[in-house]
């Protein structure tokens, strides 16, 4: 053909397991809560950069390390990161990956996450525990849109490959990947119940 797509960004989205999600979900969920309710230097930390909602990715950044359960969600991710990472064509060197942080996001109603990346990680994602319907998904931006400089708008029906950005709904009990340097964000919650989601990162050595 006379056009090829090539530099494409992709992104992994599988359930964590085939049974069991609702069972393990609870357990989680019930953890989350115990982090928050325990973790005085977080909910400070998350009063004035997460308004109205909590994460621990400023206290407890390493909660596979602490915590049996998540460190039982570790090896879980782990294997569907080292799916991914063949899917990318990577070449480790022989060489591991680990999981470097996780932490917790509890989002009530109107709680946003603003756009950003994960530095200093190859393979970010994020796992959700508790998605009430109707809250926002993960949003994905274009990692070329600051090169586009006079380029007209997109079609409003564009062929999904061609848009500048996508957005993959919050669905419980699903992992979703990605190259850590491709920016994202997550809406205010319309909802008036907690979405609950768990973030890592990755890298290799």
């Known amino acids: 053909m006379s056009i090829r797509a090539w530099f494409s960004t992709f992104i992994y989205c599988e359930p964590l397991q085939k049974t069991g999600l609702a069972r393990l979900n609870d357990e989680l969920a019930g953890e989350c809560h115990l982090i928050r309710d325990h973790d005085a230097a977080g909910r400070r930390w998350s009063a004035k950069n997460y308004p109205g909602g909590f994460t621990s990715y400023a206290s407890l950044a390493r909660l596979h390390k602490v915590s049996s359960t998540f460190a ?3 090896k879980k991710i782990t294997a569907h990161v080292r799916r991914f990472t063949r899917q990318l064509d990577m070449n480790l060197r022989g060489r591991d990956i680990f999981m470097t942080d996780c932490w917790v996001n509890i989002m009530p109603e109107r709680t946003a996450h603003g ?10 994602g994020t796992y ?5 319907r109707g809250c926002p998904g993960l949003k994905f931006e274009d990692p070329r849109l600051d090169r586009f400089m006079a380029a007209p ?3 409003t029906d564009a062929h999904p490959a061609n848009r500048q950005h996508v957005t993959y709904p919050a669905e419980a009990g699903t992992v979703i990947l990605f190259e850590s ?8 919650n319309p909802t008036t119940g907690e979405r609950i989601s768990i973030s ?6």
């Open 115 to 124: 756009l950003h990346l994960h530095p200093l990680s190859f393979i970010s």
């Open 181 to 188: 340097w491709l920016r994202h964000e997550v809406a205010a």
């Open 72 to 74: 039982a969600l570790e």
């Open 128 to 132: 959700y525990v508790r998605t009430p």
């Open 153 to 155: 708008p997109r079609r």
């Open 200 to 205: 890592f990162n990755y890298n290799w050595s």
